[in-house]
């Protein structure tokens, strides 16, 4: 990205504090965790992964330490088109699983999903493993995959899955969101 993406304006906000604001208008409780020595915008505080390096799947895993609930709702930082309604969504068909997981296009979406609070060992023994694909946390459990039908009254254009990794992407997403060109435009002036 060439700067630091969650500090990057989205509106009146961070990309960092308008993905946790989405979150926070699905769930009451909201635990974000950064990876060490990671600065965040805003004077937001945050857990810490156990080193640097690590991947989402050590973050998941302090996260899903820390909720006070049986499930948790897992976002990446650099979601800004999330919709609440997805994760009530989400969390809704997540009953009687220990995890639920979007598919798009047949992949999974690991960063974008519901887990229960009982496989934070479980995400701590991968980490230990050296196994740091978030995906690995929902092999071998109860899990329920959720097609893209099964998510378009939440969500139609499927928008909350898209992530800002790239400049691209960052542009993209702040034209879906009636906020302009972007990076593009703020380079040329």
């Known amino acids: 990205m060439g700067s630091d993406k969650l500090a990057l304006a989205f509106g009146g906000e961070t990309l960092l504090a308008r993905t946790v604001r989405l979150v926070r208008e699905a769930v009451e409780e909201v635990v974000l965790v950064a990876r060490e020595g990671q600065a965040l915008p805003g004077g937001l505080e945050a857990l810490r992964d156990p080193a640097e390096g690590l991947g989402p799947l050590a973050g998941i895993a302090v996260g899903l330490e820390a909720v006070q609930g ?8 650099d979601m800004p088109l999330l ?10 068909l997540s009953q009687g699983y220990d995890a639920c997981v979007p598919a798009l296009e047949g992949i999974p979406v690991p960063t974008c999903a519901v887990y229960a609070k009982s496989l934070a060992a479980r995400a701590r023994e991968l980490v230990a493993a050296r196994e740091l694909r978030a995906s690995a946390l929902a092999a071998g459990v109860r899990t329920r995959h959720v097609a893209p039908d099964e998510l378009r009254d939440a ?35």
């Open 70 to 77: 049986e499930r948790a709702f897992v976002a990446a930082a």
């Open 83 to 92: 919709r609440p309604a997805l994760v009530k969504r989400l969390l809704a």
């Open 155 to 189: 969500d139609p254009e499927l928008e909350s899955f898209l992530d800002c990794d790239t400049p691209a992407d960052y542009e993209a997403a702040l034209r879906r969101a009636g906020l302009g060109p972007g990076l593009t435009a703020a380079r040329r002036s």
